[in-house]
């Protein structure tokens, strides 16, 4: 819905942002929180990817998964429990993905804005100079308009990217914006690219019944060597084929299926190819030349600050070639429209960004990894790891053989990172990452006592293990060899 009229001809607006997903959203309640007079004009839908194409469906799609799963082997909890041969009736599955887009939307909806001191238009954006801005409604019986924009927030997102090998050609597929209408389980299914969306797709189809095989140079690239290879173990004995291998070409068949080739030769047919490799800015029909606004095609050129080379210019999230996590978008939009309003200049950027592979069980991940702990801190930096079968709440919940918690320490025992890789790693790695943004040690973060047998239990162990283990080192071991009574 449209909320029309403008009052005048070209209305005057404290701030207009471009886009009504996590960040935009964000910008706009705070912009009207703060008392300025805020318009979001969003050309899709209300909620952005995350609300219809991304994060909520998919979540919902691996929650039926998993429960078809936990259903097929429930020999493991009780006798005569498993039922191995169910699939999925895609139907219902479908039904509940859409119920769950709607329980979300329902409180994102232009009206809600709308009651929170936000105008919303549906409709797309383009400059006409720095500050005048036409918008093309949605509705094609309206007539594009003008607004005037003191200042600007973009928060247009990304798009999947389609391999040259596929565009334009006559070969089917499906990305993350169009795989959660589907209400039909295909036999087989390709996965082309081994990220998290690849990733998480791929197991919960093959949870579902469909035969999948992945497809890429590597699964996870940008996670622990040891989650990749525990994720590795895992689709494996789930029957996920994973090809090593970059795809080079695909081809149409006869029969309506499916091939990829791999650059070494390789081959895999499916009946549906799901295409997940990686996503770029959304920035081109925003006319940004128009605004003087310089980017490239990694996106929207920004300081610090998310100001652009215009100073009352900002962008935020995707649009401007971020990490592309929901969160981080959401974080992004509130420091841009922080910094134009209030009297400060924070940093809109941040290395502390937690982000989490919803596959089962979970890959999470901060701040640094190994090697980059080994090229700031040499031998002085220090890794430290516990493996799920030393962690109860595991053992207890049947995952001890694939899992870990590590976690990666400065010299002076300051957290800078982890790996973790258990079901409940999506929740455990926001505890590493408020330690990491108030400058914690390990000895600080195991002062908090943790519920047992919670998995949140497992790091104050390890924090608790570290602590004691560098209490024995140096002059205060010495000390206390001196002063101890027994």
Known sequence: QVLWPMAEEIEQFSVAIIGAGSGGLTAGKFAARLGAKA????????????????????????????VIHTARHADKFSQGGAQPDIKADMKKVHKYVQDTIASVYQHETPEVFESQGVRVLLGTASFEDAHIITVRPTDPEKKPFKIHAARVVICTGARPVIPSFLAGKDIPFHTYETIFDLDVLPPSLLVLGGGPIGAEIGQAYARFGCKVTIMA???????????????????KNEGIRFVTERVAAAEKNADGTITLTGDKGTTATAAMLFVATGREPVIDNLNLGAAGVAYTDKGITVDNTLRTNVKHIYAAGDCIGSPQFTHYAGWQAFMAVRNFILPSSDKGVSDIIPRVTFTDPEVAAVGMDEKELREKYGDKGKVVVRHLEHVDRAVCEGEQAAGYYKLFLSDKDKLKGASIVCQRAGELINEIAVGMANGLSIRDMGLAIHAYPSFGFGLQQMYSDQAVEALFHGMTGTLISLLKKV
């Open 39 to 66: 318009v979001v004009i969003e050309k899709k839908h209300v909620g952005g990817d995350c609300t219809w194409t991304g994060c909520v469906p998919s979540k919902a799609l691996i929650k039926a998964s998993k």
């Open 217 to 235: 140079s590597s699964l996870l690239p940008k996670e622990d060597p040891q989650a990749r290879k525990v994720m590795e173990e895992v689709f």
